[in-house]
């Protein structure tokens, strides 16, 4: 596009470019403000009487173009995850420790600021920005990359023919932040409570003219597609996205011992307030990449990184009163209600107290004056009583005797803290159970939340989860705030959650001690419901990660009559009892057996995630490059730069009606 263009032109955007980055990327500007705004004027005045020259990419792009009716969606080929974190020295030593004992003693880590903003996915299709995306769930975001072109420090595009992916977070500078507010203010408009909030607001607007208005910026951390043949460090490839152009960062610093980590962590705690931008913490990560894929992940986070966060901010309130909820395993769990009071930019009217031991221990009283915080500047929790406020008139707190859902007793099992109903046919149970059912890391049935789980069951239409499978159009109409496209939507949700793979079943079941990790392992152990229902505790105990305590959990569930009925009534509902993943043993002969496959474009009927499953089901390797192993590209619409590489270098491509074809056969 940009060979077509005049020489001048190619030479005003050069200059802009440059200017911009030195700018908003290296805060050292070699032009005045004027010189600038002149050059753009001229591009402007050279795109608008020659409107075939303009491209996404000009700098005069980043105004924002027309308004969306909606977000689409967008899944990440590799998922973004999560972090775990640390608020100690202690902590962040045992996390060393776990390393060591894993890789050795040869360790260096790599610390970065932990940027306060909102956790982005950028596509540069050969060296042009072609998608932006949020975090969403890890798994699926949202297409932003209109809201994203307008983010003056992200290039539009890089100095390669590569076509890579890469990570960081989207975030409002403290000027922007502080100006925005003014202006709503002035406009009798609500305030936004801090940066973070603000950012994710301007990135999630349907108008991209708003959200170029907001002065975002970004900074990168990562990579999802990106060549490392030469990059053996974490470090190094920090430096390779610098060398792109792209914002990185300066404060990252290597750190060959803890204490070393801990400097850099007391550094940036005084300096935490003089800095442009919000952070909430330090990343610690291991620098080499090979101790990296050494150590892993969990199903949520790497172990090759945490997050150490800084201590929570405090406020006092008065606590109203303490209410008792019952939780999908029958554990009774008391709930401070507060005086509203404003903790870490939200409103905190609610803060959990655990267990009765706790109640005890910080000898709470309805009426006291309470230290609110926030753990991980997430969960509010009480941290102590001023008890020399006391007037007298505070009243001491005693747990009930029993349930106050269905007025069972409630016992203290053995070596258990917490209060539990064990009524099986409790309301709570069920309902909480139902609850979890349909939750997105289980058998993720979008459009059943809580609200409407609570509605089917006060009208009496489900008792238990095989009762949502016999959910029709004229039950759900008559439910509040359903429409009849909402109906359409929930029914086919339920319909494709039947075909969900044996481990977000076992999850959904709520089998007690066995969680979304535990239900894979055994999932892959056993590939079948009925095998893992037979299975005896020696054949459970002899899987790696399943403990006696899980075995028998497991062997207890299973015994039961009642479950037996609930599968046989799964199966008869059509659902899959059957491990999918990529341990998988898969058909012999399958148009896919032993192919390497690559999927590109947007695809009509599949999710990029849903193909996936389908094609490694029948024994293929999806892999996210084209290369000359590549046995087959398998082309949506708008199939970019891996659709050329395959038609290069002659690799079968197929279109999207032949997949279907070959999933019928």
Known sequence: MEDNLPAHVRDLRKWLNQYSYEYYVED????PDSEYDRLMQELIAAEKAHPEWITPDSPTQRVGGKPLKEFTKVTHEIPMLSLGDVFSEEELLDFDRRVRQQVGDDVTYVCELKIDGLAISLTYERGRFVLGATRGDGTTGEDITNNLRTVRSLPLTLPTDETIEVRGECYMPKKSFDKLNQQRQANGEPLFANPRNAAAGSLRQLDPKITA???????????????REKITTHYGLLQAIRTLGLPVNPESRRCRTMQEVFDYIKEYTEKRDSLAYGIDGIVVKVDSMAQQAALGHTVKTPRWMIAYKFPAEEVVSRLEAIEISVGRTGAVTPTAVLTPVQV?????????????????????RIGDRVVIHKAGDIIPEVVNVLTGQRTGKEIPFSMPENCPECGSALVRLEEEVALRCINPKCPALIREGLIHFVSRNA??????????????????????VADLYKLNFDELIALDRMGEKSVTNLLEAIERSKQNSLERLLFGLGIRFIGAKAAQILARAFHTMDQLAAASMEQLTAVDEIGEKMADSVRTYFAKPEVAALIDELKTAGLNMTYLGPDAPAPADTPFSGKTVVLTGKMEHFTRTEAKKEIEQRG???????????????????????????????????DEARFLDSLKD
């Not at 803060?351 to 706790?358: P, V």
């Not at 490059?625 to 082309?635: G, K, P, Q, R, Y």
Request: glycine share 8%; proline share 1%.
């Open 28 to 31: 050292n500007p070699s032009v």
């Open 213 to 227: 208005h907001r002065r975002l910026a970004v900074f990168l951390y990562s990579a999802g597609t990106f060549n």
């Open 344 to 364: 870490a930019g939200t409103t905190v009217r609610r803060a959990t107290l655990h267990n009765e031991d706790l109640i005890r221990e910080k000898d709470l």
């Open 443 to 464: 058998m993720n049935i979008d459009g059943l939340g809580e609200k409407v789980i609570t509605q089917l069951f006060e009208k009496h239409l489900i008792h238990d």
């Open 620 to 654: 293929g390797n999806v892999t996210g490059s084209v290369s000359a192993s590549t046995d087959l590209v398998i082309a949506g619409e708008a199939a970019g730069s891996k659709l050329d590489k395959a038609k290069k270098w002659s690799i079968e491509i197929w």
